[in-house]
């Protein structure tokens, strides 16, 4: 499976910025549609925001759509997730996903399967 590394994650205060970003090393990456997904105790896990292999085509959640942007570094197998306008309700544990079948659509990203991967997570603490 990809190994997927979270990084970005800490105390921010309502109203600032965050940029999360998820790299994997070695080549697999390079075909992976991956995305970022949230998690709060008690809730199911949400999707965010997912994009395709090369980067042309993105997919986003209603609930972050107008404030969010996700993009990808070939070059340096990593992909960013930018929120704006951080409230405490995005409090929540942040994980990247990657799926595992090569050359998937970005939406695919919204269906996880065994198969797929996922990073161990990075936590992100909105204050009010």
């Known amino acids: 499976q990809v190994q997927l590394v979270e990084s970005g994650g800490g105390l921010v205060q309502a109203g600032d910025s965050l940029r999360l970003s998820c790299t994997a090393p070695g080549p697999t990456f390079s075909t992976s549609a991956m995305g970022w997904y949230r998690h709060v105790p008690g809730k199911e896990r949400e999707f965010l925001a997912s994009?395709?292999?090369?980067?042309?085509?993105?997919y986003y959640a209603d609930s972050v759509k107008e404030r969010s942007s996700i993009s990808r570094d070939r070059a340096e197998n990593t992909v960013h997730l930018r929120l704006n306008f951080l409230r405490p309700g995005d409090t929540a544990v942040y994980y990247c996903?990657?799926?595992?079948?090569?050359?998937?659509?970005?939406?695919?990203?919204?269906?996880?399967?065994?198969?797929?991967?996922w990073g161990q997570g990075t936590q992100v603490t909105v204050s009010s």
């Open positions: 996903a990657a799926k595992g079948s090569p050359y998937s659509t970005a939406r695919s990203v919204t269906m996880m399967t065994p198969s797929d991967s």
């Open positions: 994009i395709t292999w090369d980067g042309g085509s993105s």
